[in-house]
């Protein structure tokens, strides 16, 4: 079954408002990756996260690591109507030495 | 410098037929892996290979099969094509992991398969 989860399944806002996904893990995980999908197209590598407590930030992007290692989240400061998409995020165990992929959180940006 | 190619790009099926799936990538990565992606599902891992001559099954291997004869090609097959699986069908290969960590996946365009 499913062992990333991801929230909200669809968000839409108002260009220049905030926006944030979650994903939460059953069991802790050694990384996540998070991907961009635009529309028709396929998933592009964003950044990955390794150690407890990570913060990164790329832009208006902010991307955290929790401290137990089994959640993360996306934030976007101020949407771009170029932000459109889906955001996956990706746990990788190297017990089981796969991806497991979150359902996704598709943005929409009303301009 | 291609990346990750797949082709067709669409494909239509009937049910009970074979075809197989095609991907290729020429950045020299060991691993390779198969997804598809079906709406409210996200990706799921159907099989994957750490390297020539070794695969692995995923999350939902059922109805495919791989072979990984050279580093560059992962070819999947459908043994037998139903309508569960109509799907897009997400090809990635990356390096494989050392340490602590691991790298980052690069995606093919994807093949839109129907089964009717």
Known sequence: ?111 | NAGVTQTPKFQVLKTGQSMTLQCAQDMNHEYMSWYRQDPGMGLRLIHYSVGAGITDQGEVPNGYNVSRSTTEDFPLRLLSAAPSQTSVYFCASRLFQTGTGTYEQYFGPGTRLTVT
Not at chain 1, 89 to 111: D, K
């Open chain 1, 1 to 111: 079954g499913q062992q990333v989860m991801q929230i909200p399944q669809y968000q839409h806002v108002q260009e220049g408002e905030d926006f944030t996904t979650y994903c939460n893990s059953s069991t802790t995980l050694s990384n996540i990756q998070w991907y961009k999908q635009r529309p028709g197209g396929h998933p592009v590598f964003l950044i990955q996260l390794v150690k407890s407590g990570e913060v990164k930030k790329q832009k208006r992007l902010t991307f955290q690591f929790g401290e137990a290692k089994k959640n993360s989240s996306l934030h976007i400061t101020a949407t771009q109507t170029t932000d459109v998409g889906t955001y996956f995020c990706a746990g990788f165990r190297f017990a089981g030495n796969q991806f497991y992929f979150g359902t996704g959180t598709s943005l929409t940006v009303i301009p």
